[in-house]
């Protein structure tokens, strides 16, 4: 609710405090910030801004608060819920944090990395294996995604069964309040009980409580070998009873462990035919799963058949295949990351990025299948994801032959109700590990109780009584 | 601030809520609630108020909130930091979660466990033993200290390399909030991306935010075998070089990394002469180390040798030795337990419990015996604790001869005020695992910065407007 003499005023500071150079407000130069990855949401902006330092976050958040100029921080661009877009008002301003990309540090003996909130993803995972350590956050946007992206969505990735989310993969934070000031909380510490938790009030809350400018990571041991292998099985109740078996074996080497349904793989061989899929028949599930040696790729070997073994005598799985060798590894892989592939490629499709307790994941997968075929026949579903964190990928795909934009115009709100009320019956989440951003606001208000919303914008105002921190975000 | 007659009233209307046999007023019933665990601090009460239900916790404070009463959340009463101790004014209520005492469900496929604030620890593990599962949590104080309390002050032990501190232990809570609201976020979701992280501002409040009544708390697989082995070098340089050596060698199996000083072991041998020293000779720093297998305990006997082999080829052990059964296990273990008793034999000493960064802790050590050297000559530092935290207790005793009342008059405040320093200077934390309570509360804000007080301040305001949850602890 700018006149365009105070946006005028607060560009001009701005100018000064950046450099002109840094102050974008040509179309063509604001363009790619304004329109979010999946391409839902396009906003516009009385600038984007581009910092090089905290001091300079801070100085920007001191003029939106003395121009009362809402801020929309953005990482990599890559949120899949719109969180980093601006609304279309013109009046907010995005602060991007690409230019604040040094890694400020590694220290191996405490086994964590310092880096500033630009940095990408693969960039850290890289500087972390140069240093002879693994920086274990993995996601498919990791060539783009931003530290800073991650924290403030806590993503989670392909890692989370034995390393955590991003919340647990971080000790420390540096943050711009909304006041303009640096919360220096960069500790590398594995302990440290003197107050309230700050740094994980942060993490996660999509930038509407301050902006992140750096971060200390946690770092682990680098595993001599990775070996993965694939598990036939009949249903996702003997998946739970195979991942309690895994998990006795294997302990903490169980890296991952995803479930695929037959027709997520019956879709990956249609668009994809050059992968192939082991077994000789088709199983109802099939189960990856990934261990992370310290010893070597033999030990893992010998576990990965033991374990199989003891899952085939106790009829929990009908067929196994332990990857040969590295390039098989990759193959197995490729099958389960070439499922949101296939299903673009069969066409427009209805997702869901839901998570129960992992003892309810049968339950929840039949009765909500149940659900959908009464109130669309012949909607297909494809259900994959991290089952050994309760994590499904639960999407809806057009019946065979149907109109997939027709399917999703009359069907999307209906189907998601029917999937959201279900995963609320459980006591799950409806969104994972993609936040809320603008996408799932008003789904999200609709499950939480009052008391914990009431919470929520009483942390809210006691910390950005303004509330230029990202508008409309999290909380409406 | 009140006068007798609201107290009375409040009192009555609480024996209403809870029957008059749960609201202790007699100074016979009431003192074992008034007094800490190390008998610090012993304050007064107008009442012990002994719910049995979250729906009584909420409505006690509704009543505070009615009468202005003041309450104090105990769990256990076995802190370290004064956190449970009410002031002597009189006018605080006691709230004691003692009868809060169900394991309300276990999860095996989930690998949770919900469980009311007043589980003792000790039950907590015997429940998910019985269940064949492993909660990791493991303390000094376990047979009496409760979950509640556990997660009031984050509590860390034994455990963290590999599990975390009790923070990283939950997944869920259920909070009575200032105004009397239940808070139901108990939830057993690995992800959950759906708003600002409210669990994890009231783990480690000590209660000045509400008061926890139940929690999900995660269960790990049961390791086939946990061996250890004992290590002397020559310094605490070559203990975090060794440090790095183990976790590239077992990875996440090294559950326990423990530093034990010359001197340690030294004042153990003499007050404990039965447990034996199991090198020829002493060594200037001697590390206990733990695996927890989930093959076996020969497989972790063979990791253990290859690892000592290693580390001796790289000069970074003198000798080594493995446990040969677990009555070795239990005697290597006993060595370390039995230094604070040890202590305690040779007479009062100052303690400190700090961390640093885990790279920080070979020069903080030398750094701060030649400052506490220098301010008290012959002064005897007591150094051990969880290297691979970070977390050391650095405590001091009294010169060999000297009379360790007049010492500790003497020479406490300074020599703290040494340790703090430095810890500060290395950015670490002066409570690594104690908490806040009311007995750092002044040290703390002593080394935050304006910016950290200002915003814990703004949350504690938010929250808790009236400032009638656990007052006086954690911020003045």
């Given at each position: 609710m700018n006149d365009s003499a105070t946006l005028a005023a607060f560009l001009a500071a701005c100018r000064e405090t950046l450099?002109?150079?840094?102050?974008l407000t040509d179309p063509h130069d604001t363009a790619p910030y304004l329109t979010d990855w999946r391409r839902r949401y396009t906003g516009a902006a009385c600038a984007v801004l581009r910092p090089a330092s905290s001091e300079e976050v801070a100085a920007l958040v001191r003029l939106a608060v003395a121009h009362r100029v809402a801020l929309v921080p953005q990482g990599?661009?890559?949120?899949?819920?719109?969180?980093a877009t601006p609304d279309t008002s013109g009046t907010q301003a995005v602060v991007s944090l690409?230019?604040?990309?040094?890694?400020?540090a590694i220290d191996t003996h405490n086994n964590t990395i310092t880096v500033e909130a630009g940095v990408v993803l693969a960039q850290v995972q890289a500087s972390a294996l140069e240093a002879g350590r693994l920086f274990p956050l993995s996601l498919a946007a990791e060539g783009s995604c931003t530290i800073g992206g991650n924290l403030a969505t806590n993503a989670g990735g392909t890692g989370v069964l034995r390393y955590g989310n991003t919340r647990e993969l971080c000790l420390g934070l540096e943050v711009v309040t909304?006041?303009?000031?640096?919360?220096?909380?960069l500790r590398g510490l594995r302990k440290d009980n003197t107050g309230y938790d700050l740094r994980d009030l942060y993490i996660g809350a999509e930038g509407t409580l301050g902006i992140i400018t750096a971060a200390v990571m946690k770092l682990h041991p680098l595993p001599a070998a990775r070996v993965t292998a694939l598990a036939g099985l009949a249903s996702p109740h003997a998946a739970l009873d195979f991942l309690a078996l895994a998990q006795r074996y294997a302990g903490p080497l169980l890296t991952g462990f995803e479930l695929m349904s037959e027709f997520c793989l019956k879709l990956v061989g249609r668009h994809?035919?050059?992968?192939?899929?082991?077994?000789d028949a088709p199983h109802a599930q099939t189960v990856l799963l990934e261990l992370s040696d310290s010893e070597s790729e033999a030990h893992a070997r010998s576990l990965f058949e033991r374990m199989m073994e003891a899952a085939i005598e106790e009829g929990l799985v009908e067929d196994a295949v332990v990857a040969e060798n590295l390039s098989q590894t990759r193959a197995f892989w490729d099958l389960r990351e070439h499922i949101p592939l296939a299903q673009a490629e069969e066409g427009l499709n209805i997702k869901n990025d839901i998570a129960v307790p992992i003892s309810s994941i049968g339950r929840f997968i039949e009765e909500t299948d149940a659900a959908i075929a009464a109130a669309v026949p012949g909607a297909r579903m494809v259900t994959f994801g991290h089952l050994g964190d309760g994590n499904l990928h639960y999407n809806v795909q057009a019946p065979e032959g149907g109109d997939p934009k027709a399917f999703l115009a009359a069907h999307q709100s209906a189907l998601n109700r029917i999937v959201n009320d279900n995963v609320h019956r459980h006591r799950g989440s409806i969104s994972a590990e993609h936040g809320l951003g603008q996408l799932k606001i008003d789904e999200a208000a609709r499950y939480k109780s009052p008391v914990e919303v009431a919470l929520m914008r009483a942390v809210k105002t006691a910390l950005d009584p303004l509330g230029l921190m990202n508008p409309g975000k999290v909380l409406r």
């Open positions: 450099g002109a150079a840094h102050v990599g661009n890559t949120g899949l819920a719109g969180g690409a230019r604040m990309n040094r890694v400020r909304p006041q303009g000031e640096i919360w220096d909380g994809f035919p050059q992968l192939r899929y082991p077994f």
